[in-house]
């Protein structure tokens, strides 16, 4: 892609492949006034001194109180907390109001179960094209040790550990791989990992063919189960953030899968999406993908072994 071609939308969809965690950054100024931003741009940058970034756009309206106040606070979100990030994520005049907090240095708020919290000093601002990079200076964390709320291509994510690969090449004694294979093959969580693992890299390229990313195939398959969503709620059910979902919704509708209508009389200008009928063929052509490559994965056993498989499955989710 040349320079002439390079498409902002483009762009962002293509960083939404790099995984990152998800933090509501804090503040409050000398007067009072308080801020909570929802961002995945906060990196660390030095050991000595203890150095941690993040940025912010030009026009958010939280950038004055941030250059303000003395400190700020990273709350690193646990996976259980996609509802924080959702709501600090929105405009509000009180994003505050009835959220559970504590004041750390310069009274920045300090969300509780959070998987880590940084507070820091203000040590530089710098210049990032339309944000502000902000970098502080850690002067006290919390480790709390939560699984961490991810984010990766639009969509929020938790952490699977990753299982490792056998080296090409090992020193490691014969009976020692034994004893290895033996403990892993008898390790019913370390198999579902495995298999769940197997069955995607096979199965999510030919949901992608029909150009689609995973996010958007399950925004048209929720809708055609439901009929018709409001955006929050269609948001909290497959686990995605508000600024995503819209950007997820303008490609479904230029592709005129999915119809969105402002409820009327609404007075937060809620949207009702609903599919189109070229959307609900779409649903089909998914459905059909999906239901091919299990019949091909799974239609190897019979009725009773599936039957058992799914009462295992049901008891342990």
């Not at 483009?10 to 308080?34: E, K, M, S, Y």
């Not at 504590?102 to 300090?110: H, I, M, R, T, V």
């Not at 390229?205 to 009929?227: S, V």
Request: charged share 20%; glycine share 8%.
């Amino acid at each position: 892609m040349s320079a002439t071609e390079f498409d902002p939308k483009a762009f962002r969809r293509a960083l939404g492949n790099f995984a990152t965690g998800v933090t509501v950054i804090t503040a409050t100024t000398p007067d009072g006034q308080q801020t909570g931003v929802t961002a995945n741009s906060f990196n660390s940058v030095s050991l000595d001194p203890a150095l941690v970034l993040w940025s912010i756009m030009k026009t958010s309206g939280s950038v004055e109180i941030f250059e303000k106040a003395s400190h700020f606070a990273v709350n690193v979100l646990a996976a259980d907390q996609i509802n924080l990030s959702n709501h600090f994520a929105r405009p509000s005049d009180d994003k505050f109001a009835n959220i559970d907090y504590e004041k750390g240095f310069g009274d920045a708020p300090l969300l509780p179960e959070c998987a880590a919290r940084f507070q820091c000093e203000n040590y530089q601002r710098i210049d990032g094209g339309d944000h502000w990079i902000l970098i502080g200076k850690v002067v006290a964390f919390d480790d709390v040790g939560r699984a961490p709320l991810l984010y990766h291509g639009g969509a929020y994510s938790a952490v699977i550990p990753h299982a490792g690969v056998k080296p090409k090449q090992s020193e490691a004694s014969e009976s020692g791989q034994q004893k290895n294979e033996q403990r892993l093959n008898n390790n019913l969580y370390y198999q579902m990992i495995q298999a769940v693992k197997r069955y995607q890299a096979s199965y999510q390229p030919l949901q992608l063919a029909t150009g689609l990313r995973t996010i958007e195939a399950r925004m048209i398959l929720t809708l055609n189960d439901f009929g018709s969503l409001g955006a929050t709620e269609l948001e909290q059910r497959i686990g995605m953030a508000d600024q995503d979902l819209h950007a997820a919704l303008e490609t479904l509708q230029r592709k005129q899968w999915i119809a969105i209508e402002t409820t009327e009389g609404a007075s937060d200008g809620e949207e009702t999406l609903s599919l189109t009928d070229a959307g609900k063929d779409q649903a089909e052509t998914l459905w059909k993908v999906a239901n091919d490559r299990q019949q091909e994965v799974f239609g190897q056993f019979s009725e009773e072994e599936l039957a058992t498989f799914h009462k295992v499955l049901n008891a342990v989710k």
